[in-house]
């Protein structure tokens, strides 16, 4: 079983919708948890930290929920140039080195 | 103020020929991650520096691959022999401490044919 896995998608959502999405994690090991955004062709960029109690950035929710082993994105209002791939990882290691990724689920956001 | 460097940003080449992709990282940062991406298995992490120190390099598929870290401003990944199944898009990370957020470089896209 990989250790991140999340939905691959796609995800194809009119302008304004509001997605979900959703990762599970196999190590109960990992320490932080992270949503990266990664553009067609380009390298991943940290999107958000995830916190127990959850946390807000804008229009971007994030949770995590440690008994279930589950972590979420919520995209509100979702934009044109929200389209892209969104990767869930892990982080876990003696000095919190390690990031674990999932395989990323592509959301397009259309007019 | 410039972020991870790598080169080239692409490579095509034949199969059994040594392949070099190389990485300046983010002055300060004392932490060097190679990641390997592709479809099918996603991005994996490859080998992890500290202070030029490789710490774990159990993601380096087998003895074609190498890296090196010989100072803190420059580290290679070398595939030698290359072969088709090694193409993928290979991307250098680094971090300042810990705590801190990898940041990535814009990777190499690799072609072996």
């Known amino acids: 079983r990989k250790e991140v896995e999340q939905d691959p998608g796609p995800f194809n959502v009119p302008e304004g919708a509001t997605v979900a999405f959703n990762c599970t994690y196999s190590?109960?090991?990992?320490?932080?948890f992270f949503w990266y955004r990664q553009d067609c062709r380009k390298e991943p960029k940290l999107l958000m930290s995830v916190y127990s109690s959850g946390n807000e950035d804008g229009r971007f929710t994030a949770q995590l929920n440690r008994a279930s082993q589950y972590i979420s994105l919520l995209i509100r209002d979702s934009k044109l140039s929200d389209s892209a791939t969104y990767l869930c990882?892990?982080?876990?290691?003696?000095?919190?080195?390690?990031?674990?990724f999932g395989k990323g689920t592509l959301l397009t956001v259309n007019p | 103020d410039a972020g991870v460097i790598q080169s080239p940003r692409h490579e095509v080449t034949e199969m059994g020929q040594e392949v070099t992709l190389r990485c300046k990282p983010i002055s300060g940062h004392n932490s060097l991650f190679w990641y390997r991406q592709t479809m099918m298995r996603g991005l994996e992490l490859l080998i992890y520096f500290n202070n030029n120190v490789p710490i774990d390099d159990s993601g380096m598929p087998e003895d074609r691959f190498s890296a090196k870290m010989p100072n803190a401003s420059f580290s290679t990944l070398k595939i030698q022999p290359s072969e088709p199944r090694d193409s993928a898009v290979y991307f250098c990370?680094?971090?300042?401490?810990?705590?801190?957020?990898?940041?990535f470089g814009d990777g190499t896209r690799l072609s072996i044919l």
């Open positions: 990882v892990g982080l876990s290691g003696g000095s919190n080195y390690k990031l674990t």
């Open positions: 990370a680094t971090r300042a401490g810990s705590n801190q957020p990898q940041h």
């Open positions: 190590n109960s090991a990992s320490q932080s």
